[in-house]
């Protein structure tokens, strides 16, 4: 089991996040950070081709998640909040870039 890339963390990287080398914990902080300045971002507007990348993010975030979440690693009930609430995250990040896009569109004349 490797550690966690983040200096000075002890905690052990679930094999759902062997990819990113993180525990659980720095996971949801990174993840979280991302959701946050993504839905900034969606708040003024996005091109089709950010529109795209933001919905590959949140495909490949989901599904590692729903990893974490059920791969058999041990969560503490504390842990299973965070989760729970980071799906509520990228849940709230894909309405948020489905409004940005129809706004665009109606934004857009109609040819
Ligand atoms: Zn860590």
């Known amino acids: ?47 089709t081709e950010r529109h795209d990348q933001i919905t590959t993010f949140l495909r490949e975030h989901g599904e590692r998640l729903s990893h974490v979440a059920t791969g058999g690693h041990r969560l503490s009930d504390d842990m299973k909040a965070r989760v729970l ?18 706004r665009a569109a109606k934004l857009r004349p109609a040819t």
């Open 1 to 47: 089991m490797s550690p966690c890339q983040v200096e000075g963390c002890k905690l052990e990287v679930p094999a759902a996040l062997v990819d990113s080398a993180l525990c659980v914990h720095h996971y949801l902080v990174w993840l979280d950070g991302n959701c946050a300045g993504m839905r900034r971002e969606t708040a003024s507007g996005v091109s």
């Open 85 to 102: 609430n980071e799906f509520l995250s990228l849940i709230n990040l894909r309405e948020n870039l489905e409004r940005a896009m129809e």
